[in-house]
């Protein structure tokens, strides 16, 4: 990349910068360790002890920049680190190193609303866009359009723990939905509930990205991922092998899981390798501001 390309790029206005972030978590584990008893006796035996605890790699230090008006989708297995990922840009969770920047509070939809079970679902809503920083007179404004989202008719005056999960699911979307953030972050939030309100929550997430600065959405969708990314990000095992236009990615990431499901791992190994050999690494340099922007190294 020439000096002058550089320069148009770190004019470019970055709704996220992922900088060198890296996560582990600590958990409790029941594998026996050298000497212990073998058998249902060493279980017993270690489900009474001090547990072990080990350390499980979620994600490799990896550095991402998301562009005003990209729709940046992530694909990869179970266990890839997708929602680790969405965890660390929402800042549900801090990674171990580097740093998360963000040009406002993006907001995870359906998760981040603190809702109480023991009340009803209309107290709820009113909960949960206090919550997220509504006014009075905001809440006043959306709450039948979120009512009506929700799909919950009468249901909304019970209270939520008498709610399927996914009636619960619903009003959770229907009221993070309310507000237009300028930087969305979506997990999985399009398979919740029925045919029918997957419908209307598609509407409203469309009209959401169209106002939104950036969105991130994690899918095992691949067609919903093509339909609706600009720029996909394909994860694996903690790493990031690809990223780029929704349809190669998806193509690579395929390809690969045809292979495994084959029992081809040679051939899946080879498609991961060649994906992470052609992926363009995102350097992340800190302006005099100190405000960060990215160029391909
Ligand atoms: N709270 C947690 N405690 C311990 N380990 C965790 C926790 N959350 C995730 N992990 C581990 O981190 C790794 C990445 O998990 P993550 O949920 O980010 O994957 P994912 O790509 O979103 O998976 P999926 O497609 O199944 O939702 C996995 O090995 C998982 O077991």
């Given at each position: 990349?020439?000096a002058?390309s550089e ?9 996220v910068v992922?900088?060198e ?10 594998e ?26 979620a ?5 991402l920049?998301?562009?005003?008006g990209?729709?940046v ?10 929602s ?12 171990d190193?580097?740093g ?5 509070t ?37 709450y ?8 919950l008719?009468?249901?909304?005056h ?19 939905a309310s507000i237009d ?9 399009l ?14 997430m ?13 899918s095992?969708?691949?067609?919903t ?17 690809m ?36 992926l363009?690494?995102?350097q ?11 160029r391909?190294?």
């Amino acid at each position: 990349m020439d000096a002058h390309s550089e320069l148009e790029f770190l004019e470019e206005d970055p709704c996220v910068v992922i900088d060198e972030v890296s996560m582990t978590y600590r958990v409790a584990s029941s594998e026996a360790s050298p000497g212990d008893r073998a058998g249902v006796r060493g279980l017993l035996r270690r489900a009474t002890a001090r547990p072990n605890m080990v350390t499980v790699n979620a994600l490799n230090p990896i550095s991402l920049v998301a562009m005003r008006g990209e729709s940046v989708g992530i694909v990869g297995r179970n266990g890839s680190g997708k929602s680790t990922l969405m965890k660390l840009i929402s800042g549900q969770v801090k990674p171990d190193q580097g740093g998360v920047y963000a040009s406002s509070t993006p907001i995870m939809l359906g998760v981040n609303a603190a809702l109480v079970p023991e009340l009803p679902g209309d107290h709820n809503v009113v909960l949960g866009c206090l919550a997220m920083g509504l006014t009075h007179e905001q809440i006043q404004d959306r709450y039948e359009s979120i009512v009506e989202l929700s799909g919950l008719e009468k249901a909304i005056h019970l209270p939520m723990r008498s709610y399927s999960s996914g009636m619960s699911s619903r009003l959770r979307f229907a009221i993070a939905a309310s507000i237009d953030p300028e930087i969305l972050l979506i997990d999985e939030a399009l398979n919740t509930g029925d045919a029918q309100f997957a419908d209307r929550s598609r509407k409203r997430m469309d009209e959401l990205r169209a106002n939104a600065g950036c969105v991130f959405l994690v899918s095992h969708s691949l067609d919903t991922v093509i339909e609706m990314c600009s720029r996909v990000i394909w994860m694996d095992k903690g790493d990031l092998l690809m990223d780029g236009e929704p349809r190669a990615v998806v193509k690579a990431y395929k390809d690969f899981t045809r292979q495994l499901s084959k029992g081809n791992n040679i051939s899946a190994a080879k498609i991961r390798n060649e994906a992470m050999k052609s992926l363009v690494p995102t350097q992340i340099i800190e302006r005099s501001t100190g405000r960060r922007s990215a160029r391909a190294s």
